[in-house]
């Protein structure tokens, strides 16, 4: 199923939830739908329109700053943000959040860098040099034109993400190279960072529309996340289109439902671990040894889970869907088979895993800081088959993850460009 790609003027969130025997509908309208600031930061007006009872407004990341925080009905929101003294943009995510429903509308934002200064202002063919002749822009909004900022393809600087082409097709996120996929980020409803106000990060994800399947979900894994016993049950996910997802939590093909990011792995509250249960973190997993107890797969996720730590470890878990065999001589080949209420959905045949952690936990350092020297990163990688049932975790489940990025064609761990992805040592990881 395609949509067409277009960049709005604004965009809608509705959701429909249920109070009594009356479906009340959720509209929000954003204008505009992304946010291009100065390295300044001065501000920018948006227009809300909403008939949201009760709504909070606020920057995902500590640099964005708006006002008013709380509101009720439609109103005027003035952005702000620190100064960028960086010569490099970024990126990051206005927030707001009805708190009636917990829904989260999400509006990107890109800052610019301060301009560098030229180290030599007598070159010739320094573009940026002031003697140079310019041409004017003929179309300053000429999407086409490399001089003009994609703000549509901006993406949040979390660690954990593949690289991602954002763009829009009606209030949902996808990848304007390939319009079958679909991007949500989901934002903990009731989980803050420590003692702040800041929502902590759940978990993105990748689902493709013709396989009917998550291509990637991407996450950071602390400790944090895990207390609690949160659980809940399966749903459709509202920030994808529902008729691409599962229209039941059926089974079939010989699988379960496999979660991509597991349950125990957000159990802080209920909220927070509603939304692992949505149909888009599920995959179909062979049951007799892949997904069950010792199975192929619970052994290798149980694996991953020694290597969370008080630092912060970041995951990227993937599928693949072209014949494949993997270090133990395993193979699978493409089959659709009958899951979730649908006949269409694709089998995957090899399921993985990417990881990366600083190599001594050290909270007091982000690992963009890290030299790569610092860092460890692997890829994991098992066929989906149920031979692999009882295999503990060796060296044969290792790959380079450039190697996997070849395979694959996803580009891993994209906000952290020293991330070591071309080293593989089978001893950073105790194999």
Known sequence: MKFKYLLLAFAALLLASCQGNKDIVLMMEVDPMSVTVSC??????????????????????????????TGSGDAVLTLTADENASASSREGLLLIEDLSSGSVFRIPVVQYGR???????????????????????????????????????????????????????QQYLINTENE?????????????YGSSSRRARNYTVCFDADKHVPLWVAAPRHKGYE??????????????????????????????????????????????????????????????????GGGGWNNLEDWVDTQVCSDTLYVVIGTYYESYTDGYGKSASPDTIDFGGRNDVAFPTMFYYVLLRKKVENTSK??????????????????????????????????KVSELEQLTGITYFANVPNAPKDVLNASDWGL
């Open 115 to 169: 301009a560098t200064p030229d180290d030599d202002p007598d070159d010739p063919d320094d573009p940026d040099d002031p003697d140079d002749p310019e041409v004017p822009d003929d179309n300053p909004t000429d999407p086409d034109d490399p001089d003009v900022p994609h703000v549509s393809s901006s993406q949040p600087g979390w660690a954990e993400l593949p690289k991602m082409n954002i763009g829009h097709s």
């Open 227 to 292: 207390v609690g016993s949160g659980r809940s049950g399966y749903s459709h996910d509202p920030d994808i289109p529902s008729g691409i997802q599962y229209k039941s939590k059926s089974t079939g093909g010989g699988c379960n439902k496999g979660h991509m990011l597991g349950s125990a792995e957000r159990t802080v509250t209920d909220a927070v671990n509603k939304q692992v249960f949505y149909y888009t973190n599920i995959a179909p997993q062979l049951s007799s040894g892949f997904n069950t």
């Open 366 to 399: 982000l690992i963009t800081d890290c030299d790569a020297s610092e860092l460890k990163c692997a890829a994991f990688v098992r066929a989906h088959v149920n031979s692999l049932k009882g295999q503990e975790v060796t060296k044969k489940d290792l790959m």
């Open 180 to 192: 079958d996929q679909y991007y949500a980020m989901h934002i903990c409803p009731n989980f803050n």
């Open 40 to 69: 300044g930061g001065e501000p920018v007006e948006l227009n809300l329109k909403t008939n949201s009872p009760s709504w909070k407004a606020y920057g995902f990341e500590s640099w964005i700053h708006v006002s008013p925080a």
